[in-house]
């Protein structure tokens, strides 16, 4: 093959088969898309040196990275490819991976090429290599192409060394970046975030795609899906439950590739009130209590669940939330500890499960325990947080849950916001005056009951009577602050 063949030449004769081995054809928009990124100079080296494509979620762009990196490798000899994983994969890039399924479905592809485990050695001398975000040998390395894909999950210091490693070394002849990610989180997505404000800061040079110049710099940074199934009736279809399924900054940045903050409200009033419903408190059956304690600057709080007798939906029994006083702090003994064994002691109850934060609660837990109660300790670690946090949020969306009208269980919840972390999102508060301790236990308990199961009927499981509970333990304290 000539050097001087063109990506979508290359595409359309050898890259017949996608990766699931089935017939395809680049869209218009993306063959004037390459078109516009990849011009040459009069001695055949590339305009631009650095090479964005972002497009909305579900538009093809690792597709697309994998088919110019493979492009790339075969019309390059004796030099090296580069392919990065993002801090958030931590693992062999999905271009990679890509790569490989193509040469498989692909004999002209196939016999060209050798594959192992994380690089291709190619039969004119070209080696692609796949990286970890971590990669320490980058120092060096003679590439003459540098793959991000997902630049947006690109944090921190390490990630910044990797990619400075990785620009375009000078002693390889037209040598480039390529980049395809869609839109980060301000202040976060840094490294992604100064490559696109340089970008729209440029010149636009297309009225009708959303392409722009900046020096060696292109970018093309879509804002609406123009593939076949995200347009008409399938996409509308497609869009409108994914409006059901995500956070609304997560939908305009998934598929609007609009930039948004990591954090936002947690659920919506109109969210909360699709699962408020005519009730009151009922404390019989089988329960799972989440439990978020404080003692000076937070609230204590206590959310009992159970399934409902005719679905799988959760439903509030009951909750509790104490707060604490300028100079009286929560007494955990007889708020916390006071209610957990009235509830136990409850003959028409039965507590399946209590999952408690330990760090306010060392000694109550022991003491509860004791007694023989089903106290769990669930730390507050961000695997945890993020754990409980998806279940509620899951519930929300999904309508699993029956909460009767509790104007402060509600307003803990509308204070919560969502942050995204690598492993999901976990509840935070934006503010220390918003309090979300509630949220934090109805989590808990959400959580409890999934890890459960919905449990059979108290006069079938059969229920112990002679719980190891002193009677007349609750007389030494005030019940009425119950009220």
């Known amino acids: 093959m000539k050097k001087t063949i063109s990506p979508t030449e290359f595409i359309d004769r050898v890259i017949k088969l996608n990766e699931k081995g089935q ?156 980049i395809t990610s869609y839109a980060g989180f301000s202040g976060e997505s840094n490294l992604l975030e100064e490559i696109y404000k340089r970008g729209v800061q440029g010149k636009r040079i297309d009225e009708n795609l959303e392409a722009y110049k900046a020096d060696d710099l292109f970018m093309y940074w879509s804002h609406s899906g123009r593939q076949p199934w995200l347009m008409g009736k399938e996409g509308e279809e497609y869009y409108q439950s994914q409006q059901r399924i995500l956070r609304p900054n997560q939908f305009q940045r998934l598929h609007r590739n609009e930039w948004v903050n990591s954090e936002s409200a947690f659920i919506s009033p109109e969210v909360y009130a699709a699962c408020v419903v005519d009730g009151h408190p009922d404390l019989s059956g089988s329960l799972f209590i989440g439990v978020d304690a404080a003692v000076r600057k937070d609230n204590a709080a206590i959310i009992c669940l159970k399934y409902a007798d005719d679905s799988d939906q959760l439903v509030l029994a009951d909750y509790k939330i104490w707060k604490p006083l300028p100079g009286q702090p929560i007494n955990l003994e007889a708020s916390v500890e006071f209610y957990l064994r009235r509830v136990y002691s409850n003959p028409n109850s039965h507590i399946e499960k209590i999952l408690v934060d330990p760090y306010q609660m060392a000694r109550s837990v022991q003491t509860l325990q ?56 976990r509840l935070s508060k934006q503010k220390t005056a918003n309090k979300i301790d509630a949220a934090v236990a109805l989590s808990f308990a959400v959580l409890a009951a999934i890890r459960g199961g919905k449990p059979p009927p108290l006069n079938d499981a059969g229920r112990d009577d002679d719980k190891p509970f002193k009677q007349g333990w609750d007389a030494r304290y005030d019940w009425s602050y119950r009220n």
């Open 370 to 425: 004791a007694a023989c109660l089903p106290i769990e300790e669930y730390n507050q670690t961000q695997g945890n947080l993020t754990e409980a946090t998806e279940a509620l949020y899951a519930a929300f969306i999904n309508r699993n849950l029956r909460l009767y009208h509790a104007a402060d269980l509600r307003q803990h919840c509308l204070n919560a916001v969502s942050v995204e972390t690598p492993r999901g999102i």
């Open 23 to 178: 017939p395809w054809r680049l869209a218009p928009y993306q063959r004037k898309v390459l078109e516009l990124a990849f011009k040459r100079k009069p001695n055949g080296a590339l305009v631009y040196r650095q090479i964005v494509i972002s497009d909305v979620k579900k538009s093809g762009k690792t597709f697309l990275s994998a088919c110019l990196a493979l492009w790339w490798s075969f019309i390059t000899p004796n030099s090296e490819v580069i392919i990065s994983a993002n801090d958030r994969e931590q693992a062999i890039s999905r271009v990679f991976k890509t790569m490989c399924d193509l040469i498989e479905k692909n004999p002209a592809l196939e016999q060209e090429c050798e594959v192992y485990s994380n690089s291709i050695s190619m039969n004119n001398g070209t080696t692609i290599l796949a990286i970890s975000s971590d990669y320490k040998g980058a120092a060096g390395s003679r590439h003459s192409l540098a793959v991000f894909d997902e630049l947006w999950g690109a944090e921190g210091e390490a990630a910044r060394r990797l990619f400075d490693e990785l620009t375009p070394p000078p002693s390889e002849f037209s040598s480039w970046q390529l």
